[in-house]
T-cell receptor, first 112, second 115 residues
Framework: GENVEQHPSTLSVQEGDSAVIKCTYS??????FPWYKQELGKRPQLIID?????GEKKDQRIAVTLNKTAKHFSLHITETQPEDSAVYFC???????????FGAGTTVTVRA | DAGITQSPRYKITETGRQVTLMCHQT?????MFWYRQDLGHGLRLIYY???????DKGEVPDGYVVSRSKTENFPLTLESATRSQTSVYFC??????????????FGPGTRLTVL
């Protein structure tokens, strides 16, 4: 099955700086890569996703890049704010399979 | 978010007891999923269902049973609870349209403790 690795496990950044989280996947058939944000005690919520037919996608302060050849994708958060503090999960799924394989998560702390 | 609900939200049980976690969605989504979340492991898929009466195993199905007699409900049963099944359980649903994968929406979760 698909194996998704996520780094780093924890990330502390100064408010206003950028944060980058990286994930690798094992199955070249994977074609859908969502990112979820989970605040303490809450459900995971989708913040951005990318499909294998594009290399980059942006939504305001967040962006995701995908390198299919190297089988890795990254989340970039610019101008971080205290409300960005949360656990972020990357995931991957194979075409027409819909089963998500998640990374272990990155705890992001934004220091004021 | 109110379209997918889970009950109970918290449950404490003892080893060996049967426990059923409920999941209900009002969107008529075809696909539904059960995940467990443990520290250091992210979310791991237990079972999923593509439609009523169609279910299949995920990554960690041992010790769990599911059924789906109606599209809107997807209960998860622990037949004989073990301490290793102490976890937070999330239900999710998804729609697919013309082969395009859509967003998985998660329920609020059930925190289960097995003593």
């Amino acid at each position: 099955g698909e194996n998704v690795e996520q780094h780093p496990s924890t990330l502390s950044v100064q408010e206003g700086d950028s944060a980058v989280i990286k994930c690798t996947y094992s199955d070249s058939a994977s074609n859908y890569f969502p990112w979820y944000k989970q605040e303490l005690g809450k459900r995971p919520q989708l913040i951005i996703d990318i499909r294998s037919n594009v290399g980059e996608k942006k939504d305001q302060r967040i962006a995701v890049t995908l390198n299919k050849t190297a089988k890795h994708f990254s989340l970039h958060i610019t101008e971080t704010q205290p409300e960005d503090s949360a656990v972020y999960f990357c995931a991957a799924s194979i075409r027409n399979d819909y089963k998500l394989s998640f990374g272990a998560g990155t705890t992001v702390t934004v220091r004021a | 978010d109110a379209g997918i609900t889970q009950s109970p939200r918290y449950k404490i049980t003892e080893t060996g007891r049967q426990v059923t976690l409920m999941c209900h969605q009002t969107w008529s989504h075809s696909y539904m999923f059960w995940y467990r979340q443990d520290l250091g492991h992210g979310l791991r898929l237990i079972y999923y269902s593509a439609a009523a009466d169609i279910t299949d195993k995920g990554e960690v199905p041992d010790g769990y049973v599911v059924s789906r007699s109606k599209t809107e409900n997807f209960p998860l049963t622990l037949e004989s609870a073990t301490r290793s099944q102490t976890s937070v359980y999330f239900c999710a649903s998804l729609t697919s349209y013309r082969g395009r994968t859509d967003t998985q929406y998660f329920g609020p979760g059930t925190r289960l403790t097995v003593l």
